[in-house]
């Protein structure tokens, strides 16, 4: 029999009762027989493994005998079930050169011994049974689908592509092996000292040169074979998974992007049959929340954005929700007690630290609501994380990041004007009046249009006052009786002086 | 209280099973003081780590008047003479801690020899080994005594004695039971006259002396070990020198084996063999060691193979100082030199008569000396 049963190969097999190594760290043998008891062996053998369903006996003296006696047949490995012989019996079995294995169920052990030796293809069907038999549980995504597939075959799974392993189970494929994995054929079986790796293309709408790979410590022909043939098994089901994973994940964010709608609509009046709804996705209006959005500077897959950022936002800690609205993501932080302003402020640096993470993808601009509690504050803060968020995209100077504290309007207000777009149109708006001109429009409608208090403020007599009002609204072109004129202005001025 | 009448019928001794001894001469054996130390250490080796120490005994003997002490050749005695064997029943570490009288044998031996209608009895040793050995030479001056032992060795059990496993009719068995009491079975069967005397041991305070007789100085030859107090001062001699440089040399001249030297690594209490501890020795050639131990030293397993075991008289030296060491001194840590010494020619004269000095008597598998 060419065929050769190595100590590593039954280790890597899945299922052999619970073997333990009690002595010895490689072997092979060309045959295993299994009896009943040590009486039914062979008187005399070549080189073998011998796996005895009877339980070991319980006194010492009696393990050693039995290992001698097996030895003396010319076995170099024996597998014993019942109690676990000691220490005294394991130097017994180096000194006679013996592999001492242990087994829980020694039919199993045999079963793996068969599989290994005699019917290799036996193997793959096993493993592609076991496969098959992980379709039976439900898998919540991806990662659940590949714990399955390891707890039922016991080799460690990966999802990989050209930069290493992206989601995978059980132990994972060692460095050298990663490395020799070749991306342009179909079935890539690859080796190395630490063992092989067996892999197939997977399908995915939106990623590229993904591969499912299974991976074993042992390559000997028999693990080759049934690895090869598992993994064939296997691509379909991860290549399906993944799809519904991208299905599920878009028609997941439609629904809460569409909540989220609903919230920002009844301004904070949240109805019995909404809060049902917000409860069932786990948002709490109760408490106290800090709104955040993020735009898109550019186009921008928003999906693609929560994704991102549900992944950054775990590291913040605390309550956190985040769903897709229009071209961004919408989301807050909730404290279920009132924050310190210390609190409150590092967990906006927190934002900032992940809008700075989230810029290495995307182009975005970020804004950030203030403090504020219950449902109508919810919608309050969002309402000002959206207005802070579409001032941040006008402001590289503030690294496309805009928070409204305490302040509120007023702040956004300057925010707003601090804006790019803002500066020169006020610039251009400005630009008929000289610098006098300027702060004596500033003033006139800082002191409310009033004349003598505006003379009192700049220490000019109040004609002169007058005709440089006269004068300026000439020059500018607006009529400076007009409020909303007025306020233009007056932010005008703020800006440019 | 009708006396019954003499013995019955003995039987012959079997052709070809006269026991083989170091000492069959027909004079006796005149023991000094000065042999008293080699005594006690023969006594020990003879006792495989059981039977007590002897140095209790040799305390008592060590102060006797009766130096030098003559133990008669069976040979030179008058076949039909009565004969009684001596010796203390159960725990040797009671004994030691509640001595013995001036006369412990003495309400036992009254009893049989009133029982049996017979008087002057030659006295020998239940067990000529541990404490027994030299138990019986404190009668010296009062009675004769004969070099002659009804185990040859130390084992625990009382239907263990050889007259008992030959069945022998007659035997009468006496134990001290109590304060003034005295326990007398006889004709019992052997696991019977072990169970009574047992019972009668524990009612005297975990120990008694005890007398078994019933038989004649004649019946010694064919029925019990001869020679043994001489083989004890034969072999205590011939190791009182030993040095550990020369094992081979000690084994030799104690007509033994040299087993292995070694380090004790583990101890354990074996579940499927109660009151049985086995103990792990790693060799010094790298051999693994199994001692196996109940009352006694039960066996020696090297490499998964019986080398020894009872009847076989196994012994466990300290390795540092040669001190013949006894089953609760072998301990983690201990170095030991283990040794073996031939067992009592009587005991492997019969299938029958090995089978019941052999661990299996216990009910201990597994531990017969192959080859």
């Not at chain 1, 609190?343 to 970020?366: G, I, N, P, Y």
Request: include cysteine; hydrophobic fraction near 45%.
């Amino acid at each position: 029999m060419s065929a050769e049963l190595s100590l590593e190969a039954l280790l890597e097999h899945p299922d052999t009762g619970g073997l333990t190594v009690l002595h010895g760290t490689s072997a092979v043998w060309t045959q295993a027989v299994v009896e009943i008891g040590e009486d039914a062996l062979p008187a005399e053998v070549d080189d073998g493994l011998a796996v005895l369903i009877d339980p070991a006996p319980g006194a010492s003296w009696q393990v050693d005998a039995l290992l001698r006696r097996v030895h003396d047949r010319g076995f170099t490995g024996i597998a014993l079930t019942g109690e676990a012989p000691g220490p005294g019996s394991r130097a017994l079995a180096e000194r006679l050169g013996l592999t001492l294995l242990h087994t829980d169920h020694p039919t199993r052990l045999a079963r793996a011994c068969w599989q290994l030796l005699e019917a290799r293809d036996a193997l793959a069907l096993w493993m592609v049974q076991r496969i098959a038999r992980s379709i039976e549980y439900r898998a919540d995504d991806l990662g659940d689908l590949l714990r399955h597939i390891n707890a039922n075959v016991g080799h460690g799974i990966a999802l990989i592509d050209q930069e290493g392993i992206l989601q995978g189970a059980g132990e994972p494929i060692p460095e050298s092996l990663l490395k020799q994995i070749t991306f342009d054929r179909w079935l890539d079986i690859a080796e190395s000292p630490d063992g092989l790796v067996a892999s197939v293309p997977v399908e995915s709408r939106t990623r590229q040169a993904l591969r499912v790979a299974l991976h074993g410590k042992d390559a000997s022909t028999a693990y080759r074979n049934a690895l090869s043939t598992a993994v064939e098994v296997v691509m379909p089901m991860v290549a399906a998974r993944l799809l519904i994973d991208e299905v599920e994940a878009v028609s997941d964010a439609s629904r809460s992007s569409g909540l989220l709608g609903d919230l920002l609509e009844s301004g904070g009046n949240v109805d019995a049959e909404l809060e049902q709804r917000m409860k069932a996705r786990g948002w709490r209006t109760n408490g106290y929340h800090v709104g955040f959005r993020i735009v898109g500077r550019g186009r921008l897959d928003p999906l693609e954005l929560l994704r991102l950022v549900s992944s950054l936002l775990i590291r913040i800690p605390v309550d956190s929700h985040a769903t897709t609205r229009g071209g961004g993501v919408t989301g807050w932080l909730t404290f279920p007690e009132p924050p310190s302003p210390a609190v409150v402020a590092a967990r906006v640096r927190d934002l900032h630290e992940l809008h700075r993470s989230a810029q290495a993808s995307f182009t975005v601009a970020t804004g950030v609501g203030s403090l504020a509690s219950g449902p109508t504050g919810l919608s309050a803060t969002l309402g000002e994380a959206r207005d802070a968020a579409r001032l941040a995209a006008d402001s590289a100077r503030s690294g496309w990041f805009v928070h409204v504290d305490s302040l509120g309007l007023e702040q956004l207000l300057l925010a707003w004007t601090g804006g790019d777009t803002f500066a020169s149109a006020a610039a251009s708006l400005l630009a008929p009046l000289s610098e006098v001109e300027r702060q004596t429009l500033a003033a006139y409608l800082d002191e409310e249009s009033s004349i003598v208090a505006t003379a009192e403020r700049l220490g000019l007599h109040r004609n002169t006052v007058s005709t440089r009002v006269q004068r300026i609204q000439g020059l500018v072109g607006i009529d400076l009786h007009d409020p909303e004129a007025r306020l233009a202005l007056q932010l005008a001025c703020r800006v440019v002086l | 209280m009708a006396l019954p009448s003499s013995p019955g019928q003995r039987h012959p001794p079997p052709p070809g099973t006269r026991p083989a001894c170091t000492y069959a001469g027909r004079v006796p054996l005149a023991l000094q003081r000065d042999d008293l130390e080699s005594l006690a250490r023969g006594f020990a080796m003879l006792g495989a780590g059981g039977a007590g120490s002897p140095h209790l005994s040799a305390l008592v003997l060590e102060n006797s008047a009766t130096w030098p002490i003559t133990v008669h050749s069976p040979a030179e005695l008058d076949p039909d003479r009565p004969c009684i064997a001596v010796g203390y029943g159960g725990s040797t570490f009671l004994l030691e801690e509640q001595l013995p009288g001036l006369d412990p044998f003495g309400p036992a031996i009254r009893a049989i020899e009133r029982w049996l209608g017979v008087e002057d009895a030659v006295i020998c040793s239940i067990e000529a080994a541990g404490i027994n050995g030299l138990a019986n030479l404190q009668l010296a001056g009062s009675r004769d005594l004969v070099d002659a032992d009804c185990m040859g060795r130390a084992l625990p059990d009382f239907d263990q004695l050889s007259v008992l496993v030959d069945g022998l009719p007659g035997i009468v068995a006496a134990a001290s039971a109590g304060p003034g009491g005295v326990a007398v079975v006889e004709g019992a069967r052997p696991r019977d006259v072990e169970r009574v005397i047992r019972t009668a041991i524990e009612c005297n305070g975990g120990w008694a002396g005890t007398a078994f007789g019933g038989f004649t100085v004649g019946d010694l030859h064919a029925h019990a070990m001869t020679g043994t107090v001489a083989r004890a001062l034969a072999i205590g001699r011939a190791s009182a020198d030993a040095i550990r440089a020369d094992l081979p040399a000690l084994a030799d001249s104690l007509g033994g084996r040299l087993l292995g030297t070694g380090r004790v690594i583990d101890a354990r209490h074996e579940r499927t063999a109660p009151g049985v501890v086995s103990f792990e020795v790693q060799a010094d050639d790298g051999a693994v060691l199994r001692l196996v131990a109940r009352s006694e030293l039960v066996a020696l397993v090297r490499n998964g193979v019986v080398v020894a075991a009872t009847p076989t008289i196994i012994v466990a030296l300290d390795a540092t100082t040669m001190a013949v060491l006894e089953v609760d001194q072998v301990a983690v840590g201990k170095d030991l030199v283990l040794l073996s010494l031939p067992a009592p020619a009587w005991w492997l004269a019969s299938p029958s008569r090995r089978r019941q000095a052999e661990a299996i008597h216990w009910g201990i598998e597994g531990l017969e000396e192959t080859g």
